[in-house]
């Protein structure tokens, strides 16, 4: 019997569904988001993409679903319900003095994502919203100090007081509860909880309560605090919507459970306790189709590069281990969630170009024409030329293949409105003018990559790989003339993101603060004496996530674990992960091979010149984690045949001018849907398909393998 | 040709500014004009070459205040000192960085010892314009095939400079003697290593070298970053640009900053008086000299010529004071382009902007002029009353942009700024001391539409922000009992400005004892603070408080009521809730606790929010009853400042009848109170002639600032109409 993976990217505009087979063969569905219900956008999708493969999902739909393996949701519900303010009204018990918490936030998070040029803008201030104003927070008279000793004993009737107020005055339908270093000890909190729920008995009401030890265990309040809080406000209202989805699947023969998407990579049921964890799980696919991508091709270290029309996301993968944030920004909020580490700008096809008024000097963005990323030339009303009124001026863009085709454009409208407000001003030809500005763009993503691999990374060891609706397009430019081992693309890689979903392991992290430090005045054996809460830590991790997998089905044989440390010099803030090399600390030994392996990561960091002298040098480790890891069954990569260099005359769609380097150029024009594994394309060429289009520059060479996987390289390489 | 030194390159670039009226003579930008996309793809990539410097230095640094407060910086230069472009972090430097790399040219270094790749040179003295001894200058020439093409340079604030009293705000210092570690203009180190003599130095100088030696660590870790950055971009777009556009860029901020004053402002004099005091009178100090309460006078006049050219003049500002509160000229200016980074020059921010104004140097033997006069004076703290006159820039420009009609980027004045800093043996066991993080994050200025933000805003670094209450408790022996928001301390108008907020700190886990300072770092003792613009109304001075011998034990094994908040200014809850055998309510900040703080001992550090703006009668009732219901204003503030009137459904509701007769009604007893200019300028008159009613400290300020500025003398003495003898 054949079998199916299914998943979805859910936008804030589009749900992408894809349905991928266990040959690798695959379609893509779309269909316009429905907030209210999602599951109607996503079956929309599904019954699109399910078109496409041949099955007609009124009459076939229920022997699909039953041939389904796995079907995921990645999305952005719980993002949207945070954003348009729609989560249940939740209060908040915390340690007396903190009640504004919420409401306070922190200076930085007012310019999470700003440009510098808006930081020093003292007017751009603004706070967010919060989602627990003071009103919706009590005072507990508590405190634990940060070796976990309770210093003031939790007052009860405060916790009574403030839940019964909570319930019966303010009418919160969920509660969290944050005590400071609570991730030390969460024993007041675990109190606090159990009269919580004591009172709700009392009143007759009953409400979830969210305990931050429980969520997000690890030191940073505010940051924790805003995790309990989303977990607690949109958590819920989330996995309703993700029910009714279930409940449509299950409609058509689905057997089991749907997936969602955790934040920091892997999958996991939708029934999760920490479902907030999963709240920024939009660009995770994209890494883990990476991953997945990586071995395939057999290649550990990848730059992931995502063009969408508004932003440039990118992350790297090293060594096969995906990068972590454990204190990403959220909706101007930090929150203490681990989350691949995936950086952006406000960099895409629909970034405005305008010039300083002052200066004359070319300004891009950071803000966009957003969804309609063609505003001007699909005479949608927007008068602000946009990078993608560059690339259709320069001819890299076919004004007959715009979405497919199925879009109108008015080239005539972009370049009056390039000439007029960008090329004029500038003393330049329109066209000079749009090839100038597409550089600067590249040259911003070029930067931003360098950027977030620059640290310790030598870039001839990295592949870039770039995907999202506009990546082929950008790709080439913004790989510029670095060093990259190599640059690969594929042909969806619009859906990318999608795909990469349906190839998730079942993957859960666990965080715990520690305090520990050794200095250089210990002996060998007091070190690893003071280490050995380390142990303890691992142990109590691992036995949790054990425990949450063995819930899901999964047997102890299947489950693999990491064991990972989060390590810095005596006095540093910012502490960096090392995978430990042993799997417990019990010997001098396995200190000093601790100790190497930081040392080890540091200095190709920060380079030898950041390295203490070792006679003064102490350490301390502040976090551990456990990374537990189930395989799952997921679609191949499938194997092609391959054909001969040359490709079929049919691909060939002629030739069209293209303005490069100052002047026009024949390009040849290829139907991407027509290539196939084998053919290769010299560059100056233009790749179209339905959905995308690769552009490949006078000194590119495009070759396809046997995975259907485009390899990029230089001319003169 | 030779190529000619950097001294001969310095004359040149002012002969040619002065020849010009532009940078180096580019009366042209070819660079940019020629080819718009490398230009502005090159700054991007320089822009990004500093932050990843910063990135580097941050996470090597030891200090909590350099990498969770900002305090740090890192500085790309022109071969002459000039900043091409920087990092985030603590823009009040960028102007010394470029002022310490042009005086070791002027000193002769070039010749003797030389400038050579992997040479790292610092400076914390303030004699040669230093700022104060625990922030950092470092700078590394960056050579290619050569020649030297650049330099990349960066500050930090350390955690303790070894001055008289711990940690790193000297405000008790009575003369540079007493300022701590110092590093004059030296060469520390080559081939990207410091000499072995630095960190003993540093050792043997600093209470808290393991840190110190962090900081230094990442200084130059993000120097040597940026330097093999800058490398990379000159292999890929040749040096010749380099060189060429590096210049542009500068004198292309200077014409954005030309351009933005030309554009939103409008031509003429502007005067704005502030004032700052530190009442140490019968406080604990170091020498008897000290024994004195001090008055700044904190003037700062501005003229804007038909060409947008403008002159910042300080005369008038009053003399040196026998603590940490002097600042050298140059600092000054660097604190000048910081503040004007905020309003005016925030899109290329570099050296560009301080060629677009000219500053009259205070007159030597003042406050912000000292060693001409007075050799020894301190500068431990010497932003503490910059970042006041650095305030008066913000309302300056905020009424000149409100005449062109530029609300929107209208702003009051700052916050005042008060640290905190602890000193002692930790729960961790060894030495520590340093800043909280508390005064990084002030609320922001009202704005001429809306509120200023809550904790959102540090007038000495846009990378405002106080941390977590968890990192702050893992460095000190403290733990916290309330961090919330302070009702009503952004003053009272139409728009109030940004709220701050109060730290309770109960001291805990110190083995002996720890010393706590509440520091000024831009403060007032007694006199209004955060007076407001447009007939907005100040609120309190920062009102700190202390117990020590407390009886917090034994309320919290009775599980009584403990203290979270400062509560009420007439009724504080330390006062209330707290017994000890030494409880000051009301201390006159700053101050330095007489005795070693122990367990359980009780600290309430308010932060300031900021000034407001606009006369409180005209504030939205709905605003009113916005914050009454958030707690961020009391009943009576409402009434009797807004006379907004309310009524109670479950929360505040406003009535607006009531509101409407009661503003009436204050309206009527302000005309009653008020009396003709004339009238009142004959009584104001009658007192200043017969110094009624002045402190020692008034008389003493104006004095000085008359003897020291004869001109501003002869203006005071024409508006009182005094005679051409009389003296304060």
Partial sequence: MDRYFVACDAGGTMTDVIVVDEQGRSVIGKAPTSPADESVGYMESLEEALEYMGIDPKREGRSFGEKLETSIYTGTSMLNTVINMSGVKTGLLTTRGFEDINAQGRGSQTFIGAQWTEITHMQYRKHRIPLVPRKQARGVTERIDMFGTPVIPMYEDDVRQGVRELLCDEECDAIAIVFLHSYVNPQHELRAGEIAREVMAEVGRTVPVELSCEVAPTAREVSRANATIVQAYASNTAREQLFRIEKELQGIGYPHSLKTVLGYGGITNIRYPRLFEAAMSGPVGGLMGAKYLSTVIGEDNIVCSDVGGTSFDAGAITAGVLPIDREPGFQDMYVNVPMLGITSIGAGTGTYIRLDPATNRIKLGPDSAGGVPGPTFIEAGNTIPTINDANLLLGILNEDNYLGGKVKVNKQVSYDLFKEKIADPLEMDVYEAAETCLEVLNVMMREHLVRSLMVGHDLREYVLLGYGGAGPLHLLGYAGDYPWKAIVTVPHAGAFSAWGGACMDYSYRRHKSVATMITPDLSPEMKVGYLAPLNMAWEALEDELYNELGSEGFKREQITMTRIVYMKYLGQLDDIEVVSPVDTITSPADVDALISEYEDQYTKMFTLVAKPDPAYASYQVTEVCVLAKVDTVKPKLRRHELASKTPASDAYKGKRPVFQQGRWHDADIWRMEDLVPGNEVDGLAVIEASNTTLFVPPQFHVRIDEHDIYWITRKDA | ?728
């Fill in chain 2, 1 to 728: 040709m030779a190529e000619p030194t950097l001294l001969e390159q310095l004359r040149s670039n002012e002969k040619a500014f002065e020849e010009t009226g532009n940078l180096f003579g580019l009366q042209s930008l070819p660079r940019k004009e020629k080819d718009p996309g490398t230009y502005e793809a090159v700054w991007h990539i320089l822009s990004n070459v500093c932050n990843l410097a910063w990135e580097v230095g941050c996470k090597v640094s030891s200090s909590p205040i350099a990498v969770e407060g900002g305090d740090a910086l890192w500085a790309l230069h022109l071969p002459t000192g000039e900043a091409i472009c920087v990092s985030r972090g603590i823009t009040a430097h960028p102007g010394l960085l470029a002022a310490m790399i042009r005086n070791f040219i002027e000193l002769g270094y070039e010749e003797y010892p030389g400038f050579n790749q992997g040479d790292i040179f610092e400076n914390n003295d303030p004699h040669y314009g230093g700022i104060h001894s625990p922030d950092f200058d470092m700078a590394m020439p960056i050579f290619y095939e050569d020649k030297l093409v650049a330099w990349a340079s960066c500050v930090s604030h350390v955690s303790d400079s070894g001055s008289v009293t711990p940690g790193s705000v000297g405000f008790l210092n009575p003369d540079c003697f007493s300022d701590g570690i110092c590093i004059s203009m030296e060469k520390v180190g080559e081939n990207d290593a410091f000499y072995p003599w630095y960190e003993k130095r540093v050792r043997s100088r600093t209470r808290t070298p393991d840190f110190v030696m962090g900081d230094a660590r990442g200084r130059l870790a993000g120097c040597v970053a940026l330097r093999e950055r800058v490398h990379a971009v000159i292999d890929k777009y040749g040096l010749d640009f380099f060189v060429d556009a590096t210049k542009e860029y500068v004198e292309d901020s200077r014409r954005y900053a030309v351009s933005r004053v030309r554009t939103q402002c409008v031509p003429g004099r502007i005067r704005k008086s502030q004032f700052k005091d530190l009442a140490m009178k019968g406080q604990h100090v170091i020498l008897n000299k000290q024994d004195v309460d001090c008055l700044f006078n904190l003037p700062m006049e501005v003229e804007i010529d038909a060409d947008a050219g403008v002159r910042f003049s300080l005369r008038g500002a009053s003399g040196t004071v026998p603590f940490g509160e002097n600042i050298s000229p140059t600092a000054l200016k660097s604190g000048l382009l910081n503040g004007y980074s905020h309003i005016i020059g925030f899109d290329m921010f570099n050296s560009g902007p301080e060629a677009s104004w000219e500053v009259e140097t205070a007159p030597a033997g003042s406050w912000a002029n000292p060693f001409e006069v007075d050799y020894t004076a301190s500068s431990g703290v010497a932003w503490a009353p910059a970042v006041m006159w650095m305030s008066n820039l913000y309302e300056v420009f905020g009424r000149l942009f409100q005449m062109r009609g530029f609300v929107e980027e209208m702003a009051a004045g700052a916050a005042t700024t008060m640290t905190a800093e602890f000193a002692g043996v930790t729960q961790l066991g060894y030495y520590l001391a340093g800043l909280t993080l508390e005064q990084a994050s002030n609320g922001s200025p009202a704005r001429g539409f809306t509120d200023g933000e809550n904790s959102a805003w540090c007038i000495y670094t846009p990378n405002a922000d106080f941390g977590n209450a968890e990192v702050t408790e893992l460095y000190y022996p403290i733990m916290y009992l309330g961090r919330n928001i302070e009702p009503d301390s952004g003053g009272y108008g139409r728009f109030r400005g940004g709220l701050g907020h109060t730290a309770v700190w109960m001291v805990y886990g110190t083995p002996s004892g720890i010393e706590y300072q509440c520091g000024c770092a831009g403060m007032r003792s007694k006199i209004v603070s955060n007076h407001g613009m447009y007939g907005a109304y100040p609120t309190w001075p920062d009102a700190p408080s202390y117990a020590h011998d407390t009886n917090v034990q034994e309320l919290i094994e009775a599980q009584k009521p403990l203290i979270h908040e400062r509560g009420p200014a007439t009724k504080p809850t330390i006062e209330t809730n707290i017994e000890a055998a030494d409880l000051q309510a009301n201390p006159s900040a700053p101050f330095l606790t007489r005795e070693l703080l122990q367990n359980y001992d009780i600290i309430v550090h308010p932060i300031s929010g900021a000034q407001a703006m606009g006369d409180p009668l005209e504030r939205d009732p709905e605003s009113v009853v916005e914050d009454l219901n958030k707690g961020w204003t009391s009943p009576r503030v409402a009434s009797e400042i807004h006379g907004v009137q309310t009524t109670m459904n479950g929360e505040y509701v406003v009535d607006s009848v009531a509101t409407k007769q009661r503003r009436s009604e204050i309206r009527e007893e302000r005309k009653a109170r008020a009396v003709p200019f004339k009238e009142w300028w004959d009584a104001e008159r009658q007192k200043v002639a017969a110094k009624e009613n002045m402190a020692d400290a008034v008389c003493a300020m104006w004095r000085s600032s008359m003897q020291l500025s004869p001109e501003y003398g002869a203006e005071l003495r024409s508006f009182w109409d005094l005679p051409d003898d009389f003296e304060f």
